[in-house]
């Protein structure tokens, strides 16, 4: 499938921000000219992980608990080429423009929020030098994920080692819930529910496409106020 | 047939997903010249970056029986791109050129002419401003049509799709630019339309990209240059129109006229 930055940009030498990427590998079928015919994505198996992920569900929670969601223990970008303020720059930028384009879905006042977020998670005052940037693929699930759930309720965000994007939510009643966003479109989710006051943990790995599903398994969309 | 309506829909959820207006003048400002602009923009785009572009050009003779390279020439033009802290308003400053560029949500035509004659004011001096060789007016759409199952119908949704002949079988991609001339306003339009990933789920997308222009007879004042591209901006609107059907407006665009 061809990609809009395949088009010349006639006469200005300018590449049009609102170019798409394109994931490889996933051919776009059309049987006829017309109707199209998608041929369907095979549906990822949902599966428990296993305590891997933990650490970083504990450093979003306890951000959330602190009611700050900086990048200070959060966000670890490993330094790349050319300088760390040009990488950080770069996943901003990238992840701005990626909200752009799906800004005519996201619930009013997400926009901003997620940019006064990204603003505070990717700063470089904040950022150790060792952990690697938000990867745009992962955040790119993560907006997949928003638009799909359109939950009423705001995460709080972080990244993992590895640059995934991180979204933590906790319920007026402790429950807890963390996904991680992977930029093949895996979501990793780990949470707690609380049932008879005894905590209940639960972790699964779906893709963005089943997620709602799963959340929906978990009792948690009622209190993420998923749409 | 056209299904475009009488009057001028109000959308809720435009599709547009970037805004550009560029113009190109006849001559080319030295670097230092361009640069004292690009510090003028300081102010409303905080965000630079340096926007440089190599050309290179080769030169071959015809021999016996192919093309010899008898040369190369490299030319490295160098500019400025400057954005919000929000990174959805750009500028770009060329030496013969300068674009600005809105990313969604689309606030609308007034913004945009308003930005516009701001910027128009803050780039234009004695020393860059130079006659203009091309006025451009381009709006990209992506119009997100929901998947059912594995269908997609999106004739019920545009009007504007490649006809290919049946025995040709599952078309993988395609991509489709046509050229039109505006007489109206003596200008030229080129539409160009391709599916493209889709940011959400169970959505296919699909660009319909409208980039009209007008090289000649072109604007020779301020009032002009507002007067074509407000000419440009009608004539941009008739062909999206014209791009899409009825449904659309209703199912995806959210279409909020009485």
């Known amino acids: ?227 | 047939m056209s299904t475009a309506p009488h009057t001028q829909p109000i959308y809720l959820r435009p599709p547009i997903i970037e805004a550009i207006i560029g113009i190109n003048f006849a001559d080319a400002v030295k670097e230092s010249i361009l640069a004292t602009a690009d510090r003028r923009f300081a102010k409303h785009y905080p965000v630079h970056k340096e926007n440089s572009h190599v050309n290179v050009v080769i030169t071959a003779n015809a021999g016996a029986n192919a093309l010899v390279p008898s040369g190369m020439q490299e030319q490295r033009i160098t500019g400025h791109k400057r954005m919000s802290d929000s990174m959805d308003e750009i500028v770009v400053l060329m030496p013969n050129a300068i674009l600005l560029s809105h990313l969604a949500p689309y606030k609308g035509w007034d913004h945009i002419l308003e930005r516009m004659k701001r910027d128009w004011a803050m780039y234009k001096r004695p020393g860059t401003y130079r006659p203009i060789a091309r006025v451009g007016l381009r709006y990209i759409n992506r119009v997100d049509i929901v998947v059912t199952g594995n269908l997609v119908e999106h004739e019920l949704y545009l009007n504007l799709y490649p006809r290919v002949p049946d025995e040709l079988g599952p078309i993988v991609a395609y991509m489709m630019q046509t050229t039109f001339h505006l007489e109206k306003i003596n200008a030229q339009a080129t539409i160009t339309t391709t599916p493209v990933e889709s940011p959400t789920l169970g959505h296919a997308s699909f660009i319909v990209d409208i980039d009209v222009y007008k090289t000649a007879d072109l604007p020779m004042n301020d009032k002009g240059l507002m007067e074509l591209l407000q000419n440009m901006r009608s004539e941009k609107n008739r062909i999206f129109e014209a791009c899409i059907t009825q449904r659309a407006r209703q199912e995806i665009f959210d279409h909020a006229n009485p």
């Open chain 1, 1 to 227: 499938m061809p990609t809009l930055e395949t088009i010349a940009t006639r006469a200005l030498m300018y590449q049009p921000s609102s170019a798409v990427a394109q994931p490889a590998g996933q051919p776009f079928w059309i049987n006829k000219p017309a109707p199209w015919r998608l041929e369907p994505l095979a549906p990822s198996q949902t599966s428990m992980i296993g305590l891997e992920s933990a650490a970083a569900y504990n450093r979003v929670l306890s951000t959330m608990r602190n009611q700050t969601y900086s990048s200070s223990d959060l966000l670890r970008p490993k330094a790349s080429q050319p300088t760390l303020d040009e990488a950080l720059f770069d996943a901003k930028a990238s992840a701005k423009i990626l909200i752009s384009h799906v800004s005519m879905y996201l619930r009013q006042g997400w926009r901003d929020k997620l940019f006064y977020q990204l603003d505070n998670l990717l700063d470089p005052e904040e950022w150790d030098p060792d952990d690697k940037p938000l990867q745009k693929r992962s955040f790119d699930t993560f907006l997949k994920a928003i638009c799909d759930l359109m939950p009423t309720a705001r995460p709080g965000l972080g990244v993992s080692h590895s640059g995934n994007l991180i979204a933590a939510w906790r319920s007026g009643n402790s429950d807890r819930i963390s996904l991680e966003f992977a930029p093949d479109g895996r979501v990793k989710v780990i949470g707690t529910r609380f049932i008879d006051q005894e905590p209940v943990p639960f972790s699964a790995q779906a893709n963005v496409g089943n997620l709602k599903q799963a959340l929906i398994q978990f009792n948690c969309s009622t209190w993420l106020g998923c749409a």
